[in-house]
């Protein structure tokens, strides 16, 4: 199995930033795709922003130009820096990684973290 592990969040004012963090871990995987979400109450959970192991990326259009999605293949990491935070971008985020476990390589499945608090308010 893989664990996934979030921090980060916390309350910051309009144009401030953060920086989410997430790990991923477990005995013998491999991660093809690791990205971040968000889920507000009575919404469905959206993609954020996304990163291969091959560092192909991928953004929302609302978070585009304020947002960075980083990794680190080798100690399975990725980090979400946010910059310019709107109070729309309140919600709760959600590391997400597809990853296979060696055991069982041809079988892909979707990991998520436990979701960290992210507020944006004055």
């Known amino acids: 199995q893989v664990q996934l592990v979030e921090s980060g969040g916390g ?16 005995s013998s995987f491999r991660i093809s795709r690791m990205g ?6 009575g919404k469905p959970r959206d993609l954020v922003a996304s990163i291969t192991s091959g560092g192909n990326t991928n953004y929302a259009d ?11 293949n080798a100690k399975k990491t990725v980090d979400l820096q ?13 590391c997400n990684s ?6 069982e390589p041809r079988y892909e499945r979707h990991y998520w973290g436990q979701g960290t608090q992210v507020t944006v308010s004055s």
């Open 98 to 103: 597809r990853a296979t476990l060696n055991a």
């Open 11 to 26: 309350l910051v004012q309009p144009g401030g930033s953060l920086r989410l963090s997430c790990v991923a871990s477990g």
């Open 82 to 94: 946010m910059n310019s935070l709107k109070p729309e971008d309140t919600a709760v985020y959600y």
């Open 62 to 72: 609302s978070v585009k130009g304020r947002f960075t999605i980083s990794s680190d």
């Open 36 to 41: 971040w979400y968000r889920q507000t109450p």
